[in-house]
């Protein structure tokens, strides 16, 4: 099975900042990686697919690189609705296998 | 719009079953593959299973973790999704989610999920 890590794992961040999430594959996986934020007591939310797509109606502020073995998620600019654990996910192949997460919050 | 509202879930004692069901809306189910995702209280998500569609022959698949205890199935008659949970562990305690695979890839919609908890 694919294996995905993430980190930091958790971080604080002010207002405003500038906030990058790395996610690393344990072998190729093109750029078949997704990425979902997740609210407390909520189910997770598609953000970016294909590495770099931003999902229909996600803000301009969230985006994505990336391809084979590395990736990148970027908050442009931290808001407080952004608070959240962030995963990545990889779809190259069976079994669908999510990163343990990156819990945001603010400073 | 796109709805998917999972039921079913509850408390069962080890060695018990349960089935949830997750009812689809807003969209025309029988084209899309539909998964299971499940997530232990405070832990990170895990991948369950799916179901491809009719074009391909209604296949499974499932993680190492519930092969040979669980069952997915649709009826798309009914616009449903099942997942049949037998020989139920404490560490299958989670709260569980349906979620529509996109061509197969991304999950673009996840239901609210459902809590099964695994105890004496």
């Known amino acids: 099975d694919i294996q995905m890590t993430q980190s930091p794992s958790s971080l604080s961040a002010s207002v405003g900042d500038r906030v990058t999430i790395t996610c690393q594959a344990s072998?190729?996986?093109?750029?078949?990686l997704n990425w979902y934020q997740q609210k407390p007591g909520k189910a997770p939310k598609l953000l970016i697919y294909?590495?770099?797509n931003l999902e229909t109606g996600v803000p301009s502020r969230f985006s994505g690189s990336g391809s084979g073995t590395d990736f990148t998620f970027t908050i442009s600019s931290l808001q407080p609705e952004d608070i959240a654990t962030y995963y990545c996910?990889?779809?190259?192949?069976?079994?669908?296998?999510f990163g343990p997460g990156t819990k945001v919050d603010i400073k | 719009e796109v709805q998917l509202v999972e039921s079913g879930g509850g408390l069962v004692q080890p060695g018990g079953s349960l089935r949830l069901s997750c009812a689809a809306s807003?969209?025309?189910?029988?084209?899309?593959?539909m998964d299971w995702v499940r997530q232990a209280p405070g832990k990170g998500l895990e991948w369950v299973g799916r179901?491809?569609?009719?074009?391909?022959?209604?296949?499974?698949e499932y993680a190492a973790s519930v092969k040979g205890r669980f069952t997915i199935s649709r009826d798309d008659s009914k616009n449903s999704l099942y997942l049949q949970m037998n020989s139920l562990k404490t560490e299958d305690t989670a709260v569980y989610y349906c979620?529509?695979?996109?061509?197969?890839?991304?999950?673009?919609?996840w239901g609210q999920g459902t809590l099964v908890t695994v105890s004496s």
């Open positions: 979620a529509r695979a996109h061509n197969g890839g991304r999950f673009d919609y």
């Open positions: 807003g969209f025309t189910f029988s084209d899309h593959y």
């Open positions: 179901t491809r569609n009719k074009a391909n022959s209604y296949t499974t």
């Open positions: 072998q190729d996986i093109s750029n078949y």
């Open positions: 294909d590495a770099s």
């Open positions: 996910q990889q779809y190259d192949n069976l079994p669908r296998v």
